[in-house]
């Protein structure tokens, strides 16, 4: 084939099945080809570093290391402090630098190394920066062979490492606990370092946020950002989380009126500030109600409130939510308190759009799709309820035009539709409030009962009215 092309085109042409040879994905990401990062660069192994540059031949190294402890590209050369850990701020050519407002350049801040460059990157835990390894490299979001859902990717946030803390005496002298003989002074010692249990504790007794702890690499503040009072979770957070009413989860939080749980029971999608309480649910689809067996803690499920005949969005929160925006995507039914979500049609005060399916008539088929979906929140919106009362809100992750069959709901832990809490719409009388009446006609069976009602009672005016 080449020997019919003119010179100009076999050039052409071999210079892009060169180009082929040489862009090779790397193993642990395969939109991240090999030595395709730049120095300072946030990396997962080391093949995604660049090689050393042509005029550097007297590198330790061909090419740029996946630094053990930050996780950037690094020189294989870069001097090192006190514990032999690489100084990213002395980088030969290039300062790896960190910009406390740019969270993208913030360092994984590893206590001790970790150096594993796949899955399941167990050593992660050692690391202060949550976003190591899922949200760590463009385009590698979360890594070749893990999901968003597993525990790696949902480390503890937002609080202080206090375990950590504890590990490194710290000295607060200003002559480095030594005698003057330079002997080192014994921990528990007068003058000596001092073990401390809490960040907390620390920061009471005169420790600076500025500190490095216990090396330079390793400033005090990462290891204490609540303690500290930083933003770093903040900033984390609110690139990820939907935000609800114009505020995010960890913005509420900073408020104190409501903790984690009331929270995510308000529909706040707090999958990255309350990383532990989301731990608690299903691996998989909506929250559901539960409780545990052993401690006996109580989920009631999430709880929606809104106005008689006004608009309002209704937030479902969960972990591995469909994506899918066609027919085979999630769907919401409203139904009257206690029914069966899997069977029920929604309450007729509702305006979802749903009728009676099956040979029988036996389930609802729903064709209102999420005007928002992301893996941890789905939202509907400009939904109207025209009567006041409690309703149960039921969810349908994927399979929704399939009814829930018995043995399937028995022999598996994934029904079809489940319900995933209240709504509340308050009433302004005792009474219960007055029905406005159903926002759309009934339809199925329903409609034809009612239908029949109709006539019956239009034949007995006739007859009384032929009567008289």
């Not at 939109?31 to 042509?54: F, W, Y």
């Not at 690094?74 to 910009?99: A, K, M, V, W, Y």
């Not at 073990?195 to 216990?214: H, R, Y």
């Not at 052993?294 to 937030?315: C, I, K, P, S």
């Amino acid at each position: 084939l080449l020997g019919t092309m003119s010179p100009l085109r076999r050039a052409a042409v071999a210079l892009s099945l060169q180009f082929y040879v040489v862009a090779e994905p790397s193993e642990v990401c395969s939109a991240v080809e090999k030595g395709s990062l730049q120095p300072c660069d946030r990396c997962l192994s080391n093949e995604m570093c660049p090689p050393v540059g042509e005029d550097d031949v007297n590198a330790s190294a061909p090419a740029y290391v996946c630094d053990e402890y930050a996780r950037i590209c690094l020189h294989p050369d870069t001097p090192t402090d006190s514990g032999n850990r690489r100084i990213p701020s002395e980088n030969p050519g290039q300062s790896c630098l960190e910009d406390p407002q740019d969270e993208r350049t913030w360092q994984a801040s590893c206590v001790y190394k970790c150096d594993e460059e796949k899955a399941p990157f167990q050593c992660a835990d050692r690391c202060l920066n949550e976003d190591y390894p899922c949200r760590w490299v463009d385009s590698c979001m979360p890594p070749s062979n893990i999901l968003t859902i597993m525990l790696v990717c949902m480390r503890t946030t937002c609080t202080d490492h206090n375990s950590m803390v504890a590990r490194y005496p710290k000295c607060l002298t200003g002559n480095g606990c030594q005698k003057s003989t330079g002997e080192p002074i014994a921990l528990g010692e007068p003058g000596g370092p001092v073990k401390f249990d809490t960040c907390q504790e620390a920061v009471n007794l005169g420790v600076s946020c500025a500190d490095d702890w216990p090396m330079e690499t390793l400033p005090f503040h990462r290891l204490c950002p609540e303690s500290c009072k930083t933003d770093e979770c903040g900033m984390r957070c609110r690139k990820t989380e939907v935000l609800t009413g114009g505020k995010g989860c960890h913005q509420r939080l900073l408020e104190g009126t409501k903790n984690c749980k009331e929270l995510i029971r308000d529909g706040y999608d707090c999958h990255c500030t309350c990383t532990d309480e989301y731990r608690q649910f299903a691996i998989e689809g909506p929250f559901q109600p539960y409780k545990h067996d052993r401690d006996g803690v109580l989920w009631e499920g999430m709880l929606y409130t809104a106005e008689v005949n006004e608009f309002f969005d209704l937030q479902v929160l969960g972990r591995m939510l469909n994506q899918d925006t066609d027919d085979s995507g999630s769907r919401i039914k409203i139904i009257d308190e206690g029914g069966s979500c899997g069977n029920d049609m929604p309450t007729q005060y509702v305006n979802l759009d749903c009728h009676q399916d099956g040979y029988d008539g036996s389930y609802a088929q729903c064709v209102d799709r999420p005007s928002m979906l992301t893996t941890w929140a789905q939202r509907w919106t400009d939904l109207k309820v025209t009567k006041c009362g409690t309703y149960d809100v039921c969810h349908c992750n994927a399979n929704c035009y399939a009814p829930d069959i018995q043995w399937i709901c028995k022999s598996s832990a994934r029904c079809f539709w489940v319900r995933t809490g209240k709504l509340v719409i308050p009433c302004d009388d005792p009474t219960g409030g007055i029905p406005v009446g159903p926002v759309f006609p009934p339809s199925g069976s329903q409609a034809v009962e009612e239908i029949v009602s109709v006539q019956e009672t239009v034949e007995e005016i006739v007859s009384v009215q032929e009567t008289v």
